[in-house]
């Protein structure tokens, strides 16, 4: 088994920074997501994707776009360019190796999963780590910053020890996602 650097372009022509873990064999690959405001490096994303790779499963963990290692501005994101994001992982994925049939996510990044399968024919199961049930749920971790990003249309948020600016579109973009029909569809 081996680590190695998988960069891709997201639809956007920005490189998103992976990590793959890489079966000598592998049997099958999968995608990991990782919540709201992690990196690929995150604990749990790395311990995960090894104990798959150690079972012959590859796993692609990545920084969504803003995040980590990867290119773009993280203000401007929201939970729909996180959906694109996993596409365009699943896209490289096929286009180098093999397309992904397992998506793994963490917090949001698992809600993310959930509504990304309905357009990755190749995925037979989704596995969600403490994702909630509707993307809007990620806004109680404004706190009293929410009324003030809705009023002046953006405010910097201390999440995890860390400064990130969100901006009213993103309150707006997980507001008005719902994961009803996403569920319904993936049978």
Do not use: W
């Amino acid at each position: 088994m081996k680590t190695e650097k998988f960069n891709f372009q997201n639809n956007r022509g920005e490189t998103l920074s992976g990590r793959l873990e890489l079966p000598d064999h592998p049997t099958a690959f999968a995608i990991f997501a990782h919540c709201f405001t992690c990196s690929k490096n995150v604990k749990a994303a790395s311990r995960i994707s090894r104990a798959l790779a150690e079972r012959g499963i590859a796993v692609l963990r990545f920084d969504f776009t803003g995040l980590g290692n990867s290119e773009g501005d993280f203000s401007s994101t929201n939970y729909s360019s996180n959906l694109s994001d996993i596409e365009s992982a699943a896209n490289a994925l096929a286009d180098q190796f093999q397309a992904p049939s397992l998506l793994i996510g963490h917090s949001l990044g698992g809600t993310a999963c959930l509504a990304a399968a309905v357009h990755l024919e190749s995925v037979n199961a989704v596995c969600t780590i403490g994702s909630p049930a509707q993307p809007e749920h990620v806004t109680k971790l404004l706190g009293d910053n929410l009324a003030a990003i809705e009023n002046d249309g953006a405010v910097e948020v201390r999440l995890g020890g860390r400064s990130f600016k969100i901006q009213k579109q993103f309150v707006d973009n997980v507001r008005n996602a719902s994961l009803e029909e996403n569920m319904a569809s993936l049978g």
